[in-house]
């Protein structure tokens, strides 16, 4: 089993979530694998330091989110690969229950945990594919009249169908993709084109062509969430020609 990191200046990530990881890897027999994209705070040399165990490696060149988990694809030696965020914590069981799980279920390609708020309560990061409209809410639409288009948001982050049961699922987010590694290879790992945002409905709709994508709520892992999209220009502007790309690609669907 490899569990795959990327870390662009997210050091004070990494010291919260390593711990919990160290742990849960342990358990699971995994290695850890990090791509160190152009970090100038410091990361590469604190993770020789503290996690020598860590296999760390530098990529001077300016990489997406896909594209930098690809480097690590291609030298993991686990039979499944784990993408997930550095902004984590992790319980002690996830990467076994979950590998349980795919000894189970050969038909399914990608599993998630439940993804969950610091606090404790859902991430809605379970989707339909997107639409136009879906995005334009979620990214634009004031949030003083959110409240009018609530049923819509809901019905793309599948809350009518809920998060407390399996389910088949569309749209797994990036943040934490549990997947076999002779798959995401044979298919060559993420699309490099999408920089960041996107990358990951895309992979889902690559890998649906032959098996499942599936939520598995229970286990569970943490996620605290940047939202950079929503608060910086750049993420914005990486977001919206992400978006293009997707729809260029898989077709335009407005509502």
């Not at 599936?214 to 020609?241: C, D, E, G, Q």
Request: hydrophobic content about 40%.
């Amino acid at each position: 089993m490899t569990i795959s990191l990327v870390s662009c200046n997210q050091r004070h990530d990494l010291e919260r979530l390593l711990p919990s990881l160290v742990l849960a890897a342990s358990f699971a027999h995994a290695e850890i694998l990090l791509v160190d994209n152009r970090s100038a705070d410091g990361t590469g040399e604190w993770m020789s330091r503290s996690y020598p165990a860590v296999n760390t490696l530098f990529n001077p060149n300016k990489a997406g989110y896909g594209e930098n988990h690809n480097l690590n694809l291609q030298r993991a030696q686990g039979r499944y690969f784990i993408i997930m965020n550095s902004d984590m914590t992790v319980v002690p069981d996830v990467f076994a229950v979950l590998r349980d799980y795919m000894d189970s279920h050969p038909e399914v390609g990608i599993v998630a945990p439940k993804i969950l708020n610091p606090d404790g309560t859902i991430q809605g990061l379970i989707k339909r594919y997107p639409t136009v409209w879906d995005l334009f809410l979620r990214r634009f639409m004031p949030r003083r009249l959110r409240c009018y288009f609530r049923r819509r948001m809901d019905y793309y982050e599948m809350r009518d169908v809920g998060y407390e049961r399996e389910c088949e699922v569309p749209f797994l987010s990036g943040a934490f993709m549990f997947c076999r590694t002779d798959l995401l290879k044979s298919l060559g790992g993420f699309d490099p084109g999408f920089f960041l945002y996107f990358e990951d409905v895309d992979l889902c709709r690559r890998v649906q062509k032959t098996q499942r994508t599936m939520y598995f709520p229970k286990t569970r892992v943490f996620h605290f969430w940047h939202r950079s999209a929503h608060n910086k220009l750049i993420f914005t502007w990486y977001f919206l020609r992400s978006a293009a790309r997707y729809f260029r690609k898989w077709g335009v669907k407005l509502w």
